[in-house]
């Protein structure tokens, strides 16, 4: 008669572990973007601030051309 075999909770609870975690990642990610593009706004701004974070021009630099989903 009905055809769909019944969902079980693993599968559920799965599924929704799985959203979770693919918004954690997306989250992640867009910190990293928003963090790298700050970090580039202020070598331009005010370089001696990189300074006073205790990095060099060139540690900012590799950050800065860094992929997003590079840690």
Not at 18 to 45: G, H, M, N, P
């Given at each position: 008669?009905?055809?769909?075999?019944?969902?079980?909770?693993?599968?559920?609870?799965?599924?929704?572990?799985?959203?979770?975690?693919?918004?954690?990642?997306?989250?992640?990610?867009?910190?990293?973007k928003?963090?790298?593009?700050?970090?580039?706004?202020?070598?331009?701004?005010?370089?001696?601030?990189?300074?006073?974070?205790?990095?060099?021009?060139r540690?900012?630099?590799?950050?800065?051309?860094?992929?997003?989903?590079?840690?």
């Amino acid at each position: 008669m009905n055809d769909v075999p019944p969902v079980g909770l693993a599968k559920v609870s799965r599924r929704t572990y799985s959203l979770a975690t693919l918004r954690s990642v997306i989250a992640t990610w867009d910190e990293r973007k928003r963090l790298r593009w700050q970090l580039e706004q202020k070598s331009k701004d005010d370089p001696h601030l990189i300074d006073d974070i205790g990095l060099t021009r060139r540690q900012v630099e590799a950050e800065i051309a860094k992929p997003f989903w590079q840690r």
